[in-house]
C-alpha cells in the first residue's frame, strides 16, 4: 500500500498476522424484529474458550447497531464500545453473551449488512456485513450453529436452514451446519415463489424455490432448471449432494454484486436469475445459468468448506469458478465456452495483472476486502485449478477432490491444505506451483522452433514482467499443451502436455519426416501470453484445420489482432488472403454456427490497444476505433455476396429455446446482420426490430441501428415497449452509453444520467450507464478528457451512496499506464480529484491509492 496519508491512512491487514480465535462459538440465537427504520436484533451467543489461542482478549466487531444492552450469563454488562466493535472482561470458560441492538435497514444504501430494496428486507454479509447487523466475532473461521426468529408482518420470512416453526407475524429458522456469520441470510417481503423439488442421490426430498415480486413470477422458470441441472451434475461429477430440506434463492433488485451463495438461502441480483424469452438475451440466458450453478456449487466448495481468512478468498471462489465453468463446458459447447472464458480473462485478469492493481491469486494484504474480489482471484484463481488438473490427470484430480472433501468438511481451510491434498494424494511436490497463488502478473512465454534430419524442436522461454512491490520473479511451472500437425490438420504427433519448468527449456521430437505445424497451448492450457512471432506463420492453415477448437479461434484472433494494430498504426491495409480466408470461415457450413461467430467476431478496442502496448508502442483509442470501423466496413463489401443467404440460413424459425444451439445461430445471423448494416443503411436491422419476438433478435437489430446512426425512433419505441421492466430498460441505458460513437458518447451519457428513470442507488442502472459508458473505450478516453471528468464526477458522488460499487468501478483508471501523456494526466488528475474528496470511503481509498503512481 503506497502512503496515503500517515494520519488518515486506513489500517493494512497482512496473512502474515493471522491469528485464530480467542473464543469458539457452539450457538447462535438471533431475533430479528423487523422495522425499516428501527429493527432490533437480540442476540444469544454460546461462546467456549479457543484452546488454540494465544490472546485471550473478548472481542466483537460491529459497525453501526446501537447497543441497547449486553447481558454475560445472564447478568447486565456494560461493554466497552467503539467504531469497530466492543471488549468485555470474560471468564476463561464457557459463557452465553446477549445483546440488543438497533439499526436502520432504510437508510442503508451500501448494501452491506441487512437493508430496504423496494420494500423487501435482505442481507448481504459476505465479506465483512454481519457487523453492521449486530456485535459478533464476524471472521469466517469462526462458526456456528444458527436459529433465527424473524418478526414481521411482511408476508415471506426467510432465513438460512430448515424451516422451524411459523405463526402469524413471525417464522423461525434452525440450520444445522455451522456456517460463518458472512453466509447469514434473511429475508422479508411481499413476494411469491416459483416452487418444484428435487430428490438427492442419497434420497432427500428437497423442496426448492425462486422468490420474487409477483410481476416477475414469469421469468423463474429458467432459473429453476438451471438449479436442477446443477444439483444433478454435482452429483455425478464430484459425487456431492445437497444437505438440508430446503433451498430457497430469492431476486433482489438492488444488489452490489451477481449473487451470493447464503446456506440454504441463495441471494441473487435480479438480473442473475429472471429470465423470459421476451426480455433476456441468450447471453443473459447462460450467464443466469452459469451464476445459478456457481453459487449452489459453494453449497460444497464455500460453505461446507470454507476459507479461514479473507487472504484465502481463491480457496472458495477460484474452485467455484473453476467447477461451474466445468458445468457450462457440459451443458453446452465446450469450445465455445472455453473461448468465452478465455476471452473474459484476457479482457479483465490480464487486464488486471499488468496494471497497478496487479497482485497475486492470494493476496498478501488488504485494506478492505471487498475490493478483493477480482477477476485475478476468481478468474485466474480458476486457471489455476484448471492447470493443477491438466498436471495431475482427471483421475487424480477426482481422488484429490474426494480427499478434499472427506478431509476438510466443517473446516475453514487455507491454500496450504487445499495443495496438501493434492501432494498427498498424488506424490507431487507442488511447492514451484504454489508460486502461481503467491506471484502477482502474467507470465509472458516465447517460443520458436529448429528442424533438422528429422528432429523437431521446440524452444521455450518465460519471463514475468514486474508488478507492483514484486519486481524479480522466479520461473513458473507452466503446463504447455503441444501437438504437431500436417498442413491439413491431421495429427503428426498427439497432444502432450509440456510442463516449463525452467526460464528456458526445450521439447524434442523425433523422427518427423517434414517440418511440421506446432499447435501451441491448445486449449489455453495455461494463462500466460504466448509469443509465437518467431514460428512459420501457418495461422491462414490454423484457423481453417488446426485440430484444436482453441487454437483454430487463437489462429483467427492472432490475424485479426494483427491486421487491426497495423491499420490503426499506419494504415496498411489487410491482405487480401486474409479477407478471403475470412469469408471462407464465416461461410464454412461444416462448422458450429456458434464457434463461427466467435471466430467473426472482431477484437475490442480495449484488446487492440493492449495487444499495441505490448509490441512496445503506444495505443491512440481514435485511431484503434476507426480501424475496426474501416475494417468492418471492408469485411461487409468482402462478403457482401454471401451475407443475405448467410442471414437467412441463420434464422431459426422453431419456437425460442435459449439453449446453446440456438443461441449459436442467432449469434451467426446477428453477427452477419452488422455488416448487413453497413451496406443497406439499416433496413434489415430494422425489420428485424420491427419483428422481433425476443430480445436476442430485439436487442441485436437495435445495436445495429445504434450504430449506424439511425437508432433513434427505435430507442423510443423500444423505451416505450419496455418502460415497466426494469432490468430490460438497463439493456436501453447501456446500449446508448457503449455503443454511441466517441464524439457524442459522454454527452449521450450525461442526458442519461438526467433521465428520470437514472438512479445512482441502484446498482445495475448505474453500472448500466456509467460502467457501459466506461466500457466505450474510445468514448471514456476521447482526448479531451471528457470521458475522465464524467465519470469521475460520477464516482464521487456514488461514493456517498455505495462504496463498494464506487471502489469496483474506479478500475476504469487501471489502465492509465497504457496510454500517451497526456491521457495518463488526465486520468491521474481525475484520481486526485475523486481522492481529494471529503470524507472518502476506505474502499474507494484504498482503491484510488493503489491505481495511482506513487507520489
Ligand atoms: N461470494 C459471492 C460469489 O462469488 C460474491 C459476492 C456476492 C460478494 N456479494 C458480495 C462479495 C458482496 C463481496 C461483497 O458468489
Ligand atoms: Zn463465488
Redesign the pocket.
Known amino acids: 500500500m503506497k502512503d496515503a496519508s500517515a494520519a488518515t491512512a486506513p489500517e493494512t491487514i497482512y496473512l502474515a498476522d493471522y491469528q485464530p480465535p480467542a473464543y469458539l462459538l457452539e450457538t447462535v440465537h438471533l431475533t430479528f424484529k423487523l422495522s425499516p427504520s428501527a429493527t432490533r436484533v437480540i442476540s444469544k451467543i454460546a461462546f467456549r474458550p479457543n484452546p488454540e489461542a494465544t490472546d485471550k482478549r473478548f472481542f466483537l466487531h460491529g459497525e453501526g447497531p446501537d447497543l441497547k444492552w449486553a447481558k454475560l450469563d445472564g447478568a447486565p454488562v456494560t461493554p466497552v464500545v467503539t467504531d469497530k466493535g466492543l471488549t468485555l472482561e470474560v471468564p476463561d470458560a464457557p459463557f452465553v453473551f446477549e445483546a440488543e441492538v438497533e439499526i436502520d435497514p432504510a437508510a442503508n444504501t451500501a448494501l ?1 449488512g441487512l437493508y430496504l430494496s423496494n420494500g423487501m428486507f435482505c442481507t ?1 454479509c ?2 465483512e ?1 454481519f457487523r453492521r447487523i449486530t456485535y459478533y466475532p464476524d471472521r469466517p473461521d469462526v462458526m456456528g450453529v444458527f436459529t433465527v426468529r424473524v418478526e414481521s408482518d411482511l408476508p415471506v420470512l426467510l432465513s438460512n436452514g430448515n424451516p422451524v416453526a411459523q405463526g402469524d407475524g413471525w417464522a423461525e429458522w434452525h440450520d444445522p451446519w455451522p456456517k460463518p456469520a458472512y453466509l447469514f441470510a434473511l429475508v422479508a417481503g411481499d413476494l411469491v415463489a416459483h416452487s418444484d423439488s428435487f430428490t438427492t442421490m442419497d434420497g432427500r426430498d428437497v423442496a426448492l424455490n425462486i422468490y420474487v415480486r409477483a410481476a416477475d413470477i414469469d421469468k423463474c422458470a429458467f432459473g429453476m432448471e438451471a438449479l436442477k441441472a446443477s444439483m444433478t451434475w454435482d452429483e455425478q461429477v464430484y459425487g456431492r449432494a445437497y444437505d438440508l430440506d430446503i433451498f430457497n434463492i430469492v431476486a433482489v433488485d438492488d ?7 447464503n446456506k440454504g438461502l441463495n441471494i441473487f441480483n435480479s438480473s442473475a436469475v429472471l429470465a423470459s424469452p421476451e426480455t433476456a438475451t441468450d447471453a443473459n440466458f447462460e450467464r443466469i445459468e452459469a451464476i445459478i450453478a ?2 449452489y456449487f ?1 453449497n460444497w466448495t ?1 460453505n461446507r468448506i470454507t476459507c479461514r481468512d479473507w487472504f484465502q478468498l481463491c480457496l ?2 477460484g474452485l ?1 469458478v473453476f467447477r461451474d465453468q466445468q458445468f457450462t463446458a457440459d451443458m453446452r459447447s465446450a469450445a465455445v465456452a472455453r473461448i468465452n472464458d478465455v476471452q473474459a480473462l484476457r479482457a479483465r485478469q490480464f487486464r488486471e495483472d499488468a496494471g497497478p492493481l496487479a497482485h497475486p491469486v492470494r493476496p498478501e494484504s488488504f485494506v478492505e476486502i ?1 475490493n478483493f ?1 477480482t477477476a485475478t482471484v ?1 478468474e485466474k484463481g480458476a486457471e489455476v485449478i484448471r492447470m493443477l488438473k491438466l498436471m495431475v490427470g482427471d483421475d487424480a484430480y477426482a481422488k484429490s477432490l474426494d480427499l478434499y472433501f472427506a478431509r476438510h468438511d466443517g473446516q475453514a481451510c487455507t491454500i496450504e491444505d487445499w495443495l496438501t491434498v493434492f501432494e498427498d494424494s498424488t506424490g507431487r511436490d507442488l511447492a514451484q506451483f504454489k508460486l502461481w497463488y503467491q506471484s502477482a502478473g502474467t507470465p509472458h512465454v516465447t517460443v520458436h522452433d529448429s528442424y533438422e534430419d528429422g528432429s523437431y524442436t521446440l524452444h521455450f522461454d518465460q519471463q514475468t514482467p514486474a508488478t507492483p512491490g514484486e519486481v524479480d520473479k522466479a520461473p513458473r511451472v507452466i503446463p504447455i499443451a503441444v501437438a504437431l500437425l500436417d498442413r491439413h490438420g491431421k495429427t503428426i504427433a498427439p497432444e502432450q502436455i509440456f510442463e516449463l519448468t525452467k526460464t528456458q527449456d526445450s521439447l524434442r521430437f523425433e523422427g518427423v519426416a517434414a517440418k511440421p505445424i506446432p499447435s501451441v497451448l491448445r486449449g489455453f492450457s495455461a494463462p500466460v501470453v504466448l509469443d509465437r512471432s518467431a514460428l512459420d506463420d501457418t495461422r491462414l492453415v490454423q484457423m481453417a484445420h488446426d485440430s484444436d477448437p482453441f487454437n483454430a479461434w487463437e489462429a483467427a484472433r492472432e490475424l485479426a489482432l494483427e491486421t487491426l494494430s497495423a491499420m490503426a498504426l499506419d494504415g496498411t491495409p489487410p491482405a487480401t488472403a486474409y479477407l478471403d480466408a475470412w469469408r471462407q470461415m464465416i461461410r464454412n457450413e461444416d462448422t458450429d454456427p456458434a464457434f463461427r461467430a466467435l471466430c467473426a467476431g472482431v477484437p475490442s478496442v480495449m484488446e487492440l490497444a493492449g495487444h499495441i502496448k505490448t509490441q512496445g508502442q503506444t495505443p491512440d483509442p481514435s485511431a484503434i476505433d476507426d480501424a475496426c470501423e474501416t475494417f468492418a466496413q471492408m469485411l461487409a463489401e468482402h462478403c457482401q455476396d454471401s451475407l443475405p443467404r448467410l442471414y437467412a440460413d441463420h434464422q431459426v424459425s422453431a419456437a425460442y429455446q435459449p439453449d446453446a444451439t440456438q443461441a449459436g445461430h442467432r449469434a451467426l445471423a446477428n453477427r452477419v446482420l452488422g455488416l448487413i448494416t453497413r451496406l443497406d443503411s439499416g433496413a434489415q436491422a430494422q425489420a428485424q426490430f420491427d419483428g422481433a419476438t425476443n430480445m436476442t433478435q430485439q436487442l441485436a437489430a437495435l445495436g445495429a441501428l445504434v450504430r449506424a446512426g439511425k437508432g433513434d425512433a427505435a430507442l423510443d419505441a423500444f423505451y416505450t415497449q419496455w418502460q415497466h421492466e426494469r432490468l430490460v430498460i438497463d439493456k436501453w441505458f447501456g446500449l446508448q452509453a457503449s455503443l454511441s460513437p466517441a464524439d457524442t458518447a459522454a454527452q449521450v451519457t450525461s442526458d442519461l444520467t438526467q433521465h428520470a428513470d437514472f438512479t445512482a442507488k441502484n446498482p445495475n442502472r448505474f453500472r448500466a450507464t456509467l460502467g457501459s459508458f466506461a466500457a466505450n473505450t474510445a468514448a471514456f478516453h476521447h482526448a479531451s478528457g471528457s470521458g475522465y471528468d464524467l465519470l469521475a464526477d460520477w464516482l464521487i458522488t456514488l461514493d456517498g451512496i455505495n462504496p ?1 460499487t464506487t471502489a469496483r468501478m474506479t478500475s476504469a483508471f487501471e489502465t492509465w499506464p497504457m496510454w500517451d501523456a497526456d491521457r495518463q494526466a488526465k486520468m491521474q488528475a481525475a484520481l486526485r480529484r475523486i481522492l481529494a474528496k471529503d470524507g472518502l470511503s476506505r474502499d474507494v481509498t484504498e482503491m484510488v491509492t493503489r491505481i495511482l503512481p506513487d507520489p
Not at 255 to 261: C, D, L, Y
Open positions: 452491506e448481504q459476505e465479506a456485513g444488489f452490489n454484486m451477481g449473487a451470493m451463495e456457481h453459487e459453494h464455500g472458495k471462489e467455484t471487498n474480489y476468481y463498494q
